[in-house]
T-cell receptor, first 114, second 108 residues
């Protein structure tokens, strides 16, 4: 089955620094990947759609300059949280699928900004 | 506006005590309804896809059903290892919308 790898699983950073999260499709090519954010006891909220070779599509209310997405290859998308602040602390999850709708999710990244 | 509502928010069962989780939705042009299992600190794990009213899918102790307004995830004789958050999501025109989930705890 489709496998999506996400790294790192946990990261702690100082306020004002930037953090990069990687999402890789291991056994299939993904022209589109999705980035979600999840707060405790809440559902996944789509942040952006990452498109290989073109600009990402951001959901309303998501700051493009703060959450930089790069999808330079068919198997890798990265999310960079720039100038992180404590309120950016959250659980970030990516997903991808060779067949849209039946997505495979990464294992998630717990970001803590101190 | 498309909405997905899951109930109950939390459910505590004794081992062997069967129950059902509900996912009600309002969406135009439903293309699929999905159930996922999410363990703490992990990404969601795919369980089922349902495409049309009347459809049912089974996997071990889990059975998912779908009507035009809601889906049920039935858990038969649950075990402690079934403890997790169960998420449903609807897929409509390339847009997936998730419910807030039901946190299931099964006590031995």
């Amino acid at each position: 089955g489709a496998v999506v790898s996400q790294h790192p699983s946990r990261v702690i950073c100082k306020s004002g620094t930037s953090v990069k999260i990687e999402c890789r499709s291991l056994d299939f090519q993904a022209t589109t990947m999705f980035w979600y954010r999840q707060f405790p006891k809440q559902s996944l909220m789509l942040m952006a759609t990452s498109n290989e070779g073109s600009k990402a599509t951001y959901e309303q209310g998501v700051e493009k300059d703060k959450f930089l997405i790069n999808h330079a290859s068919l198997t890798l998308s990265t999310l960079t949280v720039t100038s992180a602040h404590p309120e950016d602390s959250s659980f970030y999850i990516c997903s991808a699928s060779p067949d849209r709708g039946r997505d495979t999710f990464g294992s998630g990244t717990r970001l803590t900004v101190v | 506006e498309d909405q997905v509502t899951q109930s109950p928010e939390a459910l505590r069962l004794q081992e062997g005590e069967s129950s059902s989780l509900n996912c009600s939705y309002t969406v135009s042009g439903l293309r699929g309804l999905f159930w996922y299992r999410q363990d703490p600190g992990k990404g969601p794990e795919f369980l089922f896809t349902l495409y049309s009213a009347g459809e049912e899918k089974e996997k071990e102790r889990l059975k998912a059903t779908l009507t035009k307004k809601e889906s049920f995830l039935h858990i038969t004789a649950p075990k402690p290892e079934d403890s997790a958050t169960y998420l449903c999501a609807v897929y409509n025109n390339n847009d997936m919308r998730f419910g807030a989930g039901t946190r299931l705890t099964v006590k031995p």
